[in-house]
């Protein structure tokens, strides 16, 4: 594996344009999967600025939910921590 690697490193450094050594890096294996990798990094980036927290598309109703789940969530922990210093005043 490390001859594989060391051969295509030496492909590039010999390479006498950009062009030359980009399309010898996707030539390999290692530069298709990193083409795989740039394209569903892309289309991830792409959903989450379009649909993600404050995305252009991003219903608003959404956001309210999250802010009521949020809420009674911190009641919940709220709760919890009363009746918790409650019992440790009793038992003390």
Same mark, same amino acid.
């Given at each position: 594996?490390?001859?594989?690697?060391?051969?295509?490193?030496?492909?590039?450094?010999?390479?006498?344009?950009?062009?030359?050594?980009?399309?010898? *890096? +996707?030539? !390999?294996?290692?530069?298709?999967?990193?083409?795989?990798?740039? @394209? /569903?990094? *892309? +289309?991830? !980036?792409?959903?989450?600025?379009?649909?993600?927290?404050?995305? @252009? /598309?991003?219903?608003?109703?959404?956001?309210?939910?999250?802010?009521?789940?949020?809420?009674?969530?911190?009641?919940?922990?709220?709760?919890?921590?009363?009746?918790?210093?409650?019992?440790?005043?009793?038992?003390?």
């Amino acid at each position: 594996m490390f001859e594989k690697f060391s051969s295509w490193l030496q492909s590039v450094v010999e390479s006498k344009s950009l062009d030359e050594a980009i399309t010898n *890096f +996707i030539s !390999t294996k290692y530069g298709q999967y990193a083409l795989i990798f740039i @394209f /569903f990094m *892309f +289309i991830i !980036t792409y959903l989450r600025v379009l649909f993600g927290p404050k995305g @252009f /598309f991003r219903e608003k109703q959404w956001d309210e939910w999250n802010e009521d789940a949020k809420a009674r969530r911190e009641a919940e922990i709220a709760e919890r921590e009363a009746g918790a210093q409650i019992e440790a005043e009793k038992k003390s």
